[in-house]
């Protein structure tokens, strides 16, 4: 049986090694932030004739505006095309504008203009803030939880996957400069939830362990049995859920494409980090606290 624990070293420097990667993409790149963090223009009109959400966009990705928010003028879900047609896209100046308004005439007939204006961002700094509060919070929670059914080192473990797997994500939003709006934070809380879940699974599994372990099997060895224990659940329940994200991915259309990205992203690292660091972690955590009482034992005893 392949020994997780004794290769901890392996997963933790290819872990670092991504992160840093990531870390210097942020600070050289940056983020490619939505219209909704960032402000954009607001297009309003009517057409002579009805309209698909599909042939809108379709002329808005010529001019690399795929990504822009398209709604219809009708609370019909049946209905797919529509005369009154609203588009959200980001800052345009008045060139581009007079250029994508244009290609609508000359692809998709005469319209009315109803309202051309400049808005500003719907998730402004204070709202992102109180994002990050409630992140920060969730964890804090967790550790409270965690340290009062197991104990604070499996809460510490845990909860150091977790911001591994927030990291990954923004990471990898940064390394390929995919626009971040916000359903991303919501596709980040739901990506910590699943992670601790399945990190949970595992040191519940480690616990029940514990109370039966030989003095005779060393403490990484046990930890190796847990997790092998649990490795097809934690196999099962991955893929399951990657089934249904990859789907979304493929089929969901333009507009949940990179929440769809950011959830598959997510899960497959709180796969990695619920497998192969937070187990690893929290016997390294054990083994160092061991040794300190038995240090302290000896000091005292001299």
């Not at 392996?10 to 840093?20: D, E, G, K, L, N």
């Not at 990506?191 to 372990?213: A, M």
């Not at 507009?255 to 187990?279: D, P």
Request: some cysteine.
């Amino acid at each position: 049986m392949f020994s997780i624990v004794k290769n901890y070293k392996m997963f933790f420097a290819v872990t670092v090694v991504f992160i840093m990667v990531g870390i210097g993409s942020m600070f050289m790149q940056s983020f490619n932030l939505g219209i909704d963090f960032t402000g954009g223009s607001i297009i309003d009109l009517k057409f002579g004739s009805p309209v698909s959400v599909s042939q809108v966009r379709d002329v808005l990705k010529e001019h690399d505006l795929g990504n822009s928010v398209i709604q219809l003028g009708t609370s019909d879900s049946n209905i797919t095309t529509s005369e009154s047609v609203l588009i959200r896209t980001g800052i345009l100046d008045d060139d581009a504008r007079r250029a994508v308004m244009s290609d609508l005439t000359s692809k998709l007939g005469d319209y009315q203009i109803l309202r051309v204006e400049q808005v500003g961002a719907t998730v402004g700094s204070e709202l992102v803030q109180q994002a990050a509060l409630a992140v920060v919070l969730s964890w804090v929670l967790m550790i409270i939880y965690i340290t009062y059914r197991f104990e604070f080192k499996f809460a510490i473990s845990a909860i150091i996957g977790l911001v591994i797997d927030v990291t990954v994500v923004l990471c990898y939003f940064s390394l390929f400069h995919l626009e971040m709006d916000s359903s991303f934070v919501a596709a980040l809380l739901t990506v910590v939830g699943y992670s601790v879940n399945g990190t949970i699974v595992i040191f519940d599994r480690i616990r029940e362990n514990l109370k039966t372990h030989r003095r005779s099997e060393d403490l990484g060895e046990m930890v190796d049995r847990s997790i092998w224990q649990c490795m097809t659940r934690s196999v099962y329940t991955m893929l399951s859920t990657l089934f249904a994200v990859v789907a979304i991915f493929l089929f969901g259309g333009d507009t949940i494409h990179n929440f769809a990205f950011a959830m598959l992203v997510g899960f497959a690292s709180g796969f990695y980090t619920s497998t192969f660091l937070a187990g690893p972690l929290w016997a390294i955590l054990k083994n160092n606290g061991e040794a300190s009482k038995q240090v302290v034992s000896k000091t005292k005893v001299v």
